[in-house]
């Protein structure tokens, strides 16, 4: 992309749902390179691994550029011709329900909103869902039981003001690393901070840990009814909070009280001793946040556990006050976002509730919609299902590979290969979802795209543009929206650009609101493209006014709404009775990262402009920081920062709850036992994320430096089990359930519950042989929110019985390759690949059709061992590298990788690629540990053996974990390990 000048344009992560501010710099010759925005509250300047690569992954490679109908180029009419009269036609013939749309929390909320709307509003049906049902519906649903809204009540500063932090079924320091940073960095300025884990796997996160409870699978019902039976027994409860604010208290406590400490015991598979010291830190620490993730919602009894989880909150008033309060972090940037357009089966726009005559009534008038949809629409599990059985004709999947990331995958793929018509919006050409689509339509990509996201603390930020949009791809709301106006519905979708949809989301929310409702962005019903374009991160609720509901300062709320509009992004403070303040950012940074060693680039930014010209910009000392002190309590919470964003706004501190009563509700629970295993299956496969990669890698995949931590797909096994089925470390394993098998890696290893094995959720068809481990999962669901249980499935595992073992590192992605097991991995100049089989082949003619291109081979046979190497050489570029072995391939891998970008002149060093192993005074880095800087365990082990006793240390003579911090907890493993064997 040709630009007059270098610019830098303020922007917002497309991972997780921290929702980092980034900073995209473009340079006058189009080169692109990214860090993290200091100013934006969510992140302060930090990103991840994932964040940091940004911009490896914005290519073209790969990329759907024009429209396609059955594989062939078109054009935009009649690819939206088609779309259009064949969801038009089947509504004739088979009614509204018998199309749907499978969305994502991939898009940005304009995307969502306009799907959503005409969906629900203009076809009339609800059968429109999201993969963040697979995700966070549960904590949707359990916040819906509990306080009549899908709420988040607290933010991330709680993070840091907490004295207690509770981390259940959450991965923090993988899944969402800038956060873990975050309270990393406030447990060292105060070191009497505590911190459990509750995971079954000892994650990296328990690094931070002062006590990790291995948990049985689904144990969490069990644990936190437990809890709330404790605290009722010990008199910790705000009984003075639950009789003013809450229902149902006397129900809950007697349900809890079912199981005592020893059956508690039982149903955790913890011991009395902890369950002790858990509980009673529990109750003697008044500032607790619990934060929990997928091991939560993930379950049959998700729900359940989400609840189980407020109940303990709302006994003990811990509950939107600072650092304290339940606190449900999500899985993608912008699943909050769909939440709040009603982008679920089961909810309606801006928060309001699609069984409710009076919310359906009002949204169809604010539409001037012919109908809304009269009933919740069809769940994900719920929907494939009713592909499979005809009862859906039309499928639109957007943003999203459900092939590879629903439950029983290998059903909905066999669904989705039979329905009579599939549109598929996606950026890439090839997933293993969009080679079933009929019509493909080319969809913007990250730095494309304009829109907002909001994150898991209830804040929204702009996506916005930085590169030009490459061939014929469209945003996806532009998509819709034409879609829309060939079906007939031209005037209600008319809009030109993510602003006007934007207004018209923000006014709805605000529409006959008078603070009924939790979202409330009205202040920005009218903002115009300016504003837009200007709009700084902000917290909702934003209301156009104050109500009698929510109190406030008129004057404060007028304010704030103007410096939204022009583009302050300022903050509201509503609490019943007190007037906004104005929270002066804290003297002392808590969390500027100071303890890590930071690139010069990580310092904030003097201007707020989205777009600034490179060299405008200014230094100031200290970044801007999360406030220790100064909180307000109320509902909702918090304050406006004059000229900055980042103060915060809590909810339910004073009680007001969105329910009838204005009353929480506690949840009777009960624990049931969940016992899936049995004697054919008999041990529970759990499901997840790895650090360095994200959903089904179409992103991450094309990045050689977040390819290296993790490059193939594995199985976690605790080393008992391994040894009782004959596996050893990095085997090659069949890991089967009743409905599928995948061939992954042995990862023998004590971070494992032993019973359990954990198979990540990340590898394809695309790139791997038999790797799809959502094939393995059953479509079992949450009977109250719909949500697939990925964490505790039946299965076996055995060892599948290779003969040959091979490693290649490639200039060019082989065409085809023939083996039994296969994985590929990007590299720096090239591709990595790890294969095995269980026959063997004519192994010079196999190496010749990894390489491809022509050139001079050396090799090496030795036939009696079974030993076969091969190096392939284009004048003085190495085309590609084969070793072959019995057993998995010994050879220095980072060392081989290298080899694609060297210069290979000197003939005799080639023998050195043949032996696999670097000469002379050349290092082995081996297995990569800090993406961000490429470093190996190898140098990190050396410069333990050179003195280096820290990972502050480490950091200062290596610069591993000092850009991120993701891999922090890894370096502390290996000196942590240094150490143990000089003891011995």
Known sequence: MQIDEAREVRTTCPYCGVGCGVLAKVAADGEITVRGDPDHPANFGRLCSKGSALAETIDLDGRLLYPEIHGRRTDWDEALDLVASTFSQTIAEHGPGSVAFYVSGQLLTE????????????????????????????????????????????????????????????????????????????????????????????????????????????????????????????????????????????????????????????????????????????????????????????????????????????????????????????????????????????????????????????????????????????KAVEMFQAVADGRIKALWIMATNPVDSMPDADAVEA????????????????????????????????????????????????????????????????????????????????????????????????????????????????????????LLPFQWPAPASPSPLRGGSARALSKAKQAGRGGVGGEVSTSPGRPTEVEAVADDPLWPAGHLPLKGGDQPAARLSPVSQVDEWAQP???????????????????????????????????????????????????????????????????????????????????????????????????????????GDADIVRVSTGHGEVLVRALVTVRQRQGSVFVPMHWTDQISARARVDALVPPTTDAISGQPASKNVAARIQRFAATAFGFAVLAERPASIDADYWSLARCPAGWRLEIALQSGRDWTGFAASLFGLEGETLAYH???????????????????AFYLAPTPVAVSRGWAVEQLGADHADRQARLAIVAGRPGGNSVDRSAIVCACFGVGANQIAEAVRGGCTSVAAIGAALHAGTNCGSCRAEIKTIIDGRRLQAAE
């Open 862 to 880: 030795d036939i009696a061992g079974g030993h076969h190497r091969f190096a392939r050489f284009a004048g003085n570029r190495l085309v590609g």
């Open 111 to 378: 995307d969502y909103y306009v799907a959503n709307k005409l969906m629900k509003g203009f076809i009339g049906s609800a059968n429109i869902d999201t993969n963040s049902r697979l995700c966070m519906a549960s904590s949707v649903a359990g916040h819906r039981r509990a306080f009549g809204s899908d709420t988040v009540p607290g933010n991330y500063e709680d993070l840091e003001l907490a004295d207690l932090i509770v981390l259940v079924g959450s991965n923090l320091a993988w899944c969402h690393p800038v956060l873990y940073q975050r309270i990393a960095a406030a447990r060292e300025k105060r070191p009497e901070m505590k911190v459990v884990l509750i995971d079954p796997r000892r994650t990296m996160t328990s690094d931070i840990a002062d006590m990790h409870l291995a948990i049985a699978p689904d144990g969490d019902v069990a644990l936190f009814t437990g809890l709330l039976a404790y605290l009722g027994q010990h008199n910790a409860l705000d009984r003075t909070y639950i009789t003013a604010h809450t229902t149902g208290f006397g129900q809950a406590l007697f349900a809890a009280s079912a199981l005592d400490l020893a059956g508690i015991a039982a149903a955790t598979g913890l011991s009395e001793d902890e369950l002790a010291r858990f509980y009673s830190l529990f109750a003697a620490t008044a500032k607790t946040v619990t934060v929990y993730s997928q091991g939560v919602n993930q379950s049959s009894s998700g729900t359940d556990k989400v609840n189980a989880i407020i109940n303990c909150h709302l006994a003990t008033g811990r509950i939107g006050k600072p650092g304290a309060g339940p606190f449900s972090v999500t899985g993608q940037p912008n699943a909050m976002g769909g939440r709040e357009v009603g982008g679920m089966a089961n909810m309606l726009a801006a928060h309001m509730e699609i069984e409710n005559p009076e919310h359906r009534e009002r949204v169809r008038r604010f539409w001037n919609a012919p109908t809304v949809a009269e009933k919740p629409g069809l």
């Open 415 to 534: 669904a989705i290969k039979a329905c009579p018509f599939v549109v598929v919006s996606d950026v890439l050409g090839e997933t293993d979802t969009v080679r079933h689509a009929h019509v493909r339509l080319p969809a913007t990509a990250w730095g494309e795209k304009d829109g907002t996201v909001t994150n898991s603390e209830r804040r929204i930020s702009r996506q916005r543009a930085f590169l030009a949009r490459p061939g014929g791809a469209r945003p996806d709301w532009w998509i819709i929206a034409e879609v829309a106006k060939l079906m007939g519905f031209g005037e209600a979708f008319s809009h030109v650009s993510p602003t006007d949809i934007f207004a018209e989301h923000a006014a709805l929310s605000g529409f006959e609101n008078d603070g009924a409702r939790d979202f409330d962005i009205g202040a920005y019903g009218d903002i115009g493209a300016e504003a837009y374009e200007d």
């Open 621 to 727: 000392a200290k970044p801007p920081i999360s406030p220790l002190e100064g909180e307000m309590a109320g509902r909702p919470e918090g304050g406006v920062q004059a000229g900055h964003s980042s103060a915060s706004i809590r909810f339910f501190a004073n009680g007001g709850f969105y329910t009838p009563d204005g009353k929480a509700r506690f949840i009777a629970i009960r624990p049931a036992a969940q016992t899936r295993t049995n004697p054919d299956y008999p041990l529970v496969l759990n499901t997840g994320r790895v650090r360095d990669h994200w959903h089904t890698m179409t992103r991450t995949g094309k990045s050689p430096r977040l390819s290296q931590h993790m490059a193939e797909p594995f199985v976690e096994i605790h080393p008992a089990d391994a040894q009782h089925y004959g596996i």
